[in-house]
């Protein structure tokens, strides 16, 4: 069980409990708007793109690189940034804190 | 945002994949407070399709961990589904929908979800074969992973060699079948990519051990207690206890063609996907839309245009006046290959290979008209994916001679015309 809060593009605090599955999937679930996951959770689309918080890059680690390389001319994306299709649930993600990245 | 005219209203959607669910759910956060109904003949929660002939053949999963939204989503959201209900026919002057099992359904808005279905060709033999199936539903893999595993041979004919029937070679062979592809065409992939690809793709599954077979046009199945033999136009044999059967989709239009609304190569809608009934919408694999990027009509069958074209009809029946202009992107998994497609590549005249500098597989075709870049085919290449996205967008002119030359970055500024 982890619990991962997410902070939508105006602000909002979202914070969900999830056992399994990609992160991704989670926030689909929960409709937490600006993470669509259009792809299903293939790194295809980019539709999934979050900030993970400063304190907390630990816990996910850093971006693959065809992570990196989807966001590579991303207007919003920087140094910590994630796509969460890639971001396993399982305990070590407990108390994450992921902010919702704007898109064009 | 609030919209009380709403309330009382009801819309529609016939079809629940991806266009419908998308649909469904971003009408409701567009601000719609009436009824959305959904209807869908597949029994099974609305799923991801793209996986069934990849990851998802593969795995032991049941669908419950491919949905496309989970059961409670639904009921979050009052989103009401309908399962293993198929809608026989539309009385538009009236608003109302005849379901197959006798009900009716009253509408005030109606979204046509209905997709596509696989193509049967009329092959002798084909409807008493053996073990055969299309791959377009869950239902399809689970016939198929049955059979593969009730098998013991695990022979495997698979008829066409387009993308499904790649990804489906791919995936069956990864859980140890004996796999042949026969395709009609000179090549395979021919209505899709540049020949340098079809040669790629046909390299990689050879290298993987699954003959590809091409000038193979099947024209007789004889199943004779429970082996099929395959017979081609040339004479070639082969048996098999299982055939996959992937030479393309229809797609359904009956339904629409029914009602009297507009149909050309599938139901014309305008740039808000709305079809010539103000009240009537259509979205996904069964629209025929404008493209204004390229400047014509297409037909497309991708996640792509189903969730875009979901997202602008629930924009449009909210008033928000969207109009519909998105690049079309695709991708394909066959083995340790991520191809991933932007652009439509039909009526290019060259093309250039840039090959990277790098370990392992990683190169990209660029389709141009002349000078204008039309689409990117990009091998396990995501940076050539999202950069020929940019470009084709944009409309930018590019130096081909420094795109070609591998050891010039990608990066925008490197590669555009001086």
């Keep these: 069980m982890a619990k991962i809060t997410f902070i939508t593009t105006d602000d909002k605090t979202i914070t969900l409990?999830?056992?399994?599955?990609?992160v991704m999937q989670l926030a689909v679930d929960n409709s937490v708007p600006g993470i669509d996951g259009d792809c299903g959770g293939v790194c295809s689309c980019a539709t999934c793109h979050v900030h993970v918080a400063p304190e907390h890059i630990e816990k996910t680690g850093a971006a693959s690189e065809i992570e990196e390389d989807m966001l590579d001319l991303n207007d919003y994306s920087n140094e910590r940034s994630r796509l969460c299709c890639q971001l396993e649930i399982s305990e070590a993600?407990?108390?994450l804190v992921l902010q919702v990245a704007e898109s064009d | 945002m609030s919209n009380n005219h709403t309330k009382e209203r009801v819309c529609a959607v016939i079809g629940a994949s991806h266009a419908g669910v998308n649909f469904a759910f971003s009408l409701r956060k567009e601000g719609w407070e009436g009824d959305i109904v959904l209807f869908d003949k597949d029994?099974?929660?609305?799923?991801h399709r793209p996986p069934l002939s990849k990851a998802y053949l593969t795995s032991e999963d049941g669908i419950e961990k491919n949905l496309l939204k989970s059961a409670e989503s639904y009921e979050k959201e009052n989103i009401s589904l309908n399962l293993g209900v198929s809608i026989s026919s539309i009385n538009r002057e009236d608003k109302i929908l005849y379901l197959s099992d006798g009900r009716v359904q009253n509408y005030d808005k109606l979204v046509i979800a209905t997709g596509a279905r696989p193509i049967i060709p009329p092959i002798p033999g084909i409807d008493t074969a053996a073990n055969t199936y299309p791959l377009r539903t869950a239902g399809d893999v689970e016939n198929i992973r049955h059979a593969f595993h009730a098998s013991s041979n695990k022979r495997i004919i698979i008829i066409g060699g387009g993308y499904i029937g790649l990804e489906t070679a791919a995936s069956l062979k990864k859980l140890g079948g004996t796999?042949?592809?026969?395709?009609?065409?000179?090549?395979i992939l021919a209505r899709v990519t540049a020949p340098e690809m079809s040669n790629f793709f046909m390299q990689?599954?050879?290298q993987n051990g699954v003959d590809v077979l091409t000038n193979k046009n099947?024209?007789?199945i004889n199943n004779t207690a429970g082996v099929n033999i395959v017979t081609c136009e040339d004479g070639s044999k082969f048996e098999a206890d299982i055939i996959v059967v992937g030479v393309g989709i229809r797609v359904n239009l009956e339904l629409a063609k029914d009602a009297g609304l507009h149909i050309e190569n599938g139901i014309a809608v305008d740039e808000t996907a709305c079809t010539n009934d103000k009240d009537i919408y259509a979205i996904g694999d069964c629209t025929f839309h404008y493209n204004p990027h390229y400047k014509r009509h297409v037909r497309?069958?991708?996640?792509q245009n189903a969730v875009d074209q979901a997202k602008v009809a629930a924009a449009a029946i909210c008033e928000k006046h969207p109009v519909y202009n998105t690049m079309p992107w695709f991708w394909s998994d066959q083995y340790d290959i991520k191809l991933q497609m932007v652009g439509l590549s039909e009526g290019y005249n060259n093309i250039l290979i840039r090959e990277e500098e790098s370990e392992g597989v990683k190169f990209s075709i660029w389709y141009f008209k002349d000078d204008t870049l039309l689409a990117v085919d990009a091998i396990n290449n995501a940076k050539a994916y999202v950069l020929g996205t940019k470009f084709i967008k944009?409309?930018?002119?590019?130096?081909?001679s420094k795109l070609a030359d591998p050891s010039v970055l990608f990066k925008p500024a490197n590669l555009l015309a001086e």
Excluded: C, F, Q
Aim: proline share 5%.
């Design chain 2, 394 to 400: 944009g409309n930018n002119k590019i130096d081909k």
């Design chain 1, 17 to 22: 409990e999830g056992t399994s599955g990609s």
């Design chain 2, 204 to 206: 990689l599954h050879t």
């Design chain 2, 43 to 47: 029994p099974v929660l609305p799923y």
């Design chain 2, 300 to 303: 497309l069958e991708s996640v």
């Design chain 2, 179 to 187: 796999v042949t592809v026969l395709e009609r065409e000179e090549r």
């Design chain 1, 93 to 95: 993600l407990d108390g």
């Design chain 2, 218 to 220: 099947v024209v007789a």
